[in-house]
Each structure stands twice: as structure tokens, then as C-alpha cells.
């Protein structure tokens, strides 16, 4: 067995190099704006029920449109896409409202929140990873799945949590990862395709979003309080508002990150 799996070892590092040798510059020209179907911000499934809830909009209208990439130095990976792919760094819909900015309680929670028993699911298809932005718990198990008939190298980033790096050659290959510090946020990258690249936040406590396609996001569940809330984005940077909850009631607060006119 022993030598069967050093077998396997060599075999990943070659095709990795053999990969890395073939692949290019990953982004091309900007292109127009990545629009899709628009769709609300999924809840966290860990949020409680009960409390009041934190609703907004993430907007970034008139700014610089998303960037198309070529996958051509991995034919697997370009032979996966009929259209146009682009890096969902600024995913916008047609009024300027912003997608995968990550929302979330900056400060003003107490008490301990358990991770919940689900796994957070990071997936690698069409050589992109799904979703490009999330949240989990401290101590929740992660799941990362090769869903691509074609080698990935996930390797995660974290400054406070512990570094991995581990190469999927397989379609249908998992393995599971628990952080076990809080950090925003921890950046993913496939070493094989530059253009892959995910963000996950790893809090401890599930008061959180992702702002949809329509921009919208939702924090439900939140005890009663004064909070601060941070809208996070991979290109656009932070910004935080204060907010009160009451019981039952609905706090509203939008993020604009549209360049002064
Ligand atoms: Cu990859």
C-alpha cells in the first residue's frame, strides 16, 4: 500500500508541474459586467430563530465591470464552458446592486454560538470555485469536493489559522478541514489554475450573509443589541455601519461602494 500511495504522490507532482508549466496569464481585457439570474442572498442555515434581524443592499453602481478569463491552458477546464467565464471578483446586475460581499456581526455579540453539526461544502466546478464567497464556524467541518475531471490544488491561505495545501487529482475526491480560529478572511487558490481563487470567513458566531445577485443580504436571528456590522469585498474593501436590533424588529442598513461621480 505504502508504495502504491508514493506512487500516487509522484504522479500528483508531476501532473502538477506538468499543469503549471502549461498554463499562462490567467485574467484577459475587462468585459462587460457578469449579470445573472437575480436571487436573494441565501439565509445562513445556522441562524436562530427568534431575536431581530439585520436586512440591507450592497450597491456599486457605475464601476468597473467584471474580468473575462481564458481557461485555455487547461483544455479540461475550457471544454467545461459554453460561454464566457469571468473571475466574480464584481458580479453586478443591471441597477449597480453587488454580489458576494460577505456581511457580516464585526462586534457586539456575546455569549458562545456552537458551530453547526452541517459541513460548509467548498466545490470546484467548471474549474471556478462554488461559492466564491462564504462563512463558517470555528470548529464546523468543511468540505471540499473536486467535481472537475481534471486535477485541482487547493491551497488555503489563512495568516491566523493553520496553512494547507493538497492536490485533488480526481473527479469525486473530498477531504475535510476544520479551522479553529475565527478569521476574515481566509483566501483559497488552486495552484494549477490561477484564475481559481475563493474567500471564506471563519467566524464564531453564524450572524452572516453574502449579498445575492440583487445585492440583498439578511442577518437573522440576532439578539436584541447594538452591533457593528462589516460589509466585506475581495476588491472593494470594507465598510461598517452601527445598527440597534430590537425584539422582532428589522434593522435596515445598505453598503454603497459606487466611485464618487
Ligand atoms: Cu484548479
Not at 436571487?39 to 450597491?59: C, D, F, R
Not at 462564504?134 to 485541482?152: F, W, Y
Not at 439578539?223 to 456590522?229: A, C, K, L, N, S
Not at 424588529?249 to 466611485?259: H, I, L, Q, W
Request: hydrophobic fraction near 35%.
Amino acid at each position: 500500500m505504502k508504495s502504491t500511495r508514493n506512487l500516487w504522490s509522484l504522479l500528483t507532482v508531476a501532473l502538477i508541474v506538468t499543469l503549471v508549466g502549461a498554463c499562462g496569464g490567467g485574467e484577459e481585457a475587462a468585459a462587460p459586467s457578469q449579470e445573472a439570474a437575480s436571487q436573494p442572498a441565501p439565509a445562513p442555515a445556522a441562524a436562530p430563530a427568534g431575536g431581530g434581524a439585520v436586512t440591507g443592499v450592497v450597491i456599486y453602481s457605475n464601476g468597473d465591470p467584471d474580468t473575462a478569463i481564458s481557461m485555455d491552458a487547461d483544455p479540461v477546464c475550457a471544454s467545461l464552458h459554453g460561454e464566457a467565464v469571468h473571475t466574480e471578483k464584481i458580479v453586478t446586475d443591471n441597477t449597480g446592486n453587488l454580489a458576494n460581499a460577505f456581511v457580516y456581526v464585526k462586534e457586539g455579540l456575546t455569549g458562545s454560538h456552537p458551530a453547526p453539526s452541517t459541513s460548509h461544502v467548498l466545490n470546484q466546478e467548471g474549474c471556478q470555485y462554488t461559492p466564491h464567497v462564504s462563512g463558517m464556524q470555528v470548529g464546523q467541518k468543511l468540505l471540499i469536493k473536486n467535481s472537475d475531471p481534471t486535477l485541482h490544488n487547493v491551497h488555503a491561505m489563512p495568516t491566523v489559522n493553520k496553512e494547507f495545501n493538497k492536490g485533488q487529482p480526481f473527479q469525486g475526491m473530498e477531504f475535510e478541514h476544520q479551522f479553529d480560529q475565527p478569521e476574515v478572511m481566509v483566501k483559497f487558490k488552486c495552484d494549477v489554475h490561477p484564475w481559481m481563487s475563493s474567500f471564506m470567513a471563519v467566524l464564531d458566531h453564524p450572524f452572516f450573509s453574502v449579498s445575492g445577485t440583487d445585492g440583498s443580504f439578511e442577518i437573522a436571528g440576532l439578539p436584541p443589541g447594538d452591533y457593528v456590522i462589516e460589509s466585506w469585498h475581495e476588491e472593494l474593501g470594507t465598510k461598517t455601519a452601527n445598527v440597534t436590533v430590537t425584539d422582532g424588529g428589522t434593522a435596515e442598513v445598505s453598503f454603497d461602494y459606487s466611485p464618487a461621480g
